[in-house]
């Protein structure tokens, strides 16, 4: 399975705008016939006046194949994409593999905190990925982790993973509490020394979001 993580950056005072035409109109045109919606959101923390939204295929060719199919789709190219190319700014791609396929948490009405993290060229994201699965079931006494990725096209040497929480004061003490395991210390001892660049962004969902 191929993952696609698609970031929009809109001029500002348009970021309702693009997720209003994506939870109507886009939604409508491509339902998960051109490959399936995983997630929607918009960010709240971090970069600003951005979408992001992932999207996952059975492979390189069939997501190459639906996406053409797509660009050939009259709905899409009269409704959709006059909505949304006069408030667009930029557009980012990454190609990702899944070390651990998303899940949905338990309850709706999350905020959402995507973490990347580009280590150091050639071998350290493997060594960092060993590192962070295996204490993975320690930190995740304190919250679960929607996926992990590492990165295939878009930006080399990346991992890229999802946490839901039920609000920032959720969050906050989560990450506290982890601070205090011995064997989420042990891994923060050795886990950055493989990285180079480390970015977090508080993410909400849009309505028509997979994960809510």
């Known amino acids: 399975m191929l993952y696609e993580l698609r970031t929009y ?25 051109y490959g399936k919606l995983e997630g929607y959101w ?14 996952s295929y059975p492979s390189y060719d069939e997501r190459t194949r639906l996406r053409g ?20 700014v930029r557009q980012d791609i990454r190609l990702l593999n899944a070390i651990r396929p998303p899940v949905a948490p338990a309850t709706s009405g999350n905020i959402y905190e995507l973490r ?17 699965t295996a204490v993975l079931p320690e930190r995740e006494k304190y919250s679960k982790i929607v996926g992990l990725w590492q990165t295939e096209a878009g930006q080399p040497n990346e991992v890229c ?13 989560a990450r506290g509490d982890a601070m205090k395991d011995p064997a ?21 969902p849009a309505p028509h979001s997979p994960l809510k």
């Open 9 to 33: 950056t809109v001029k500002p005072g348009t970021l309702g705008d693009i997720v209003k035409a994506a939870s109507t109109v886009s939604r409508d045109v491509r339902g998960d016939n």
């Open 42 to 55: 918009f960010t709240e923390i971090g970069p600003l006046n951005q979408v992001m939204h992932m999207w």
């Open 69 to 88: 199919e797509l660009a050939k789709n009259p709905r899409w190219n009269n409704e959709y994409i006059p909505l949304i190319r006069p408030i667009m």
């Open 116 to 132: 990347n993290y580009r280590a150091r060229a050639v071998g350290p994201v493997r060594q960092w990925l060993e590192a962070f």
């Open 161 to 173: 993973h999802i946490w839901a929480y039920p609000d920032l004061n959720a969050r906050a003490k």
């Open 184 to 204: 989420w210390q042990e891994f923060l001892s050795k886990g950055p020394g493989f990285l180079e660049e480390m970015h977090s962004t508080i993410m909400l």
